[in-house]
């Protein structure tokens, strides 16, 4: 049974012409253009850990990193690793080169929602926190029994501007304005030391830190964010959706996309640590 969508939550951007991208940055964010949109609903807020249990609860629904991994997209798994994990950041040590990635990511066994950092950990104390390691059809999956959808990729992008034009930041064109930081996201040489002036290292609850023009909160950090927004690639590889907003894990000097121009392509079964979601919806 799904419940009635709460009106309260989520604010109303309103139709018109708005102008997106950046050229300043990263290439996928190119080029500058204009979309007109019709006015449409969206979370103010991403999906938090206390919503998206009375959704299990409601539903019994099982995320995909409580599955084992899908035998079509990974034939060649051994019977070993045919087992419910997902990805966890893990700082390295200080010997660890910057360019190899995976290094600071590890598969962890039991991660997910429940258990966001591995299975001896829990969501206590973070109920307020997004929920995180969400893939595509779980963000699906919920938005559905919300009665909402998914923001398109401009949606979201326009949403997280707050009505500013030309602004690298959902608050204006400065990252630290008067030396404040405006958003959860990694502060120190990434990824050996975050020395959390921002006064956290994992995700923080939802609505910490000031709200866009919109009242949209954590649009620049915190989590990333699923759109609906196919992400091109090649035929053969895996399929992809845009996501948005950056996480706690981007750096202005490492994947500088705690702003509202920034994307990335993720493919549809990536869950991890600090991947969440916010839903949209059609105006009545």
Known sequence: MSPSISRDDMAVIPAGQYQLGSTDFYPEESPIRRVTLPSFRIDVAPVTNAQFERFVHATGYVTVSEQPPDPVLYPNLAPEEQIPESAVFLPPPASVDRSQPLAWWALIAGADWRHPRGPETNLDGLMEHPVVHVAYDDAIAYAQWAGKRLPTADEWEVAARGGLVAQDYAWGAEMTPE????????????????????????TSPVGHFPANGYGLVDVCGNVWEWTSTVYPVPEEEQKRRVIKGGSFLCAENYCHRFRPAALMGQTLDTATCHMGFRCAADLD
């Not at 996201?185 to 030391?193: A, D, L, N």
């Open 179 to 202: 030396g404040r930081w405006l958003a959860n996201v990694w502060q120190g040489p990434f990824p050996w030391v975050n020395e959390q002036t921002d006064g956290w290292f994992w």
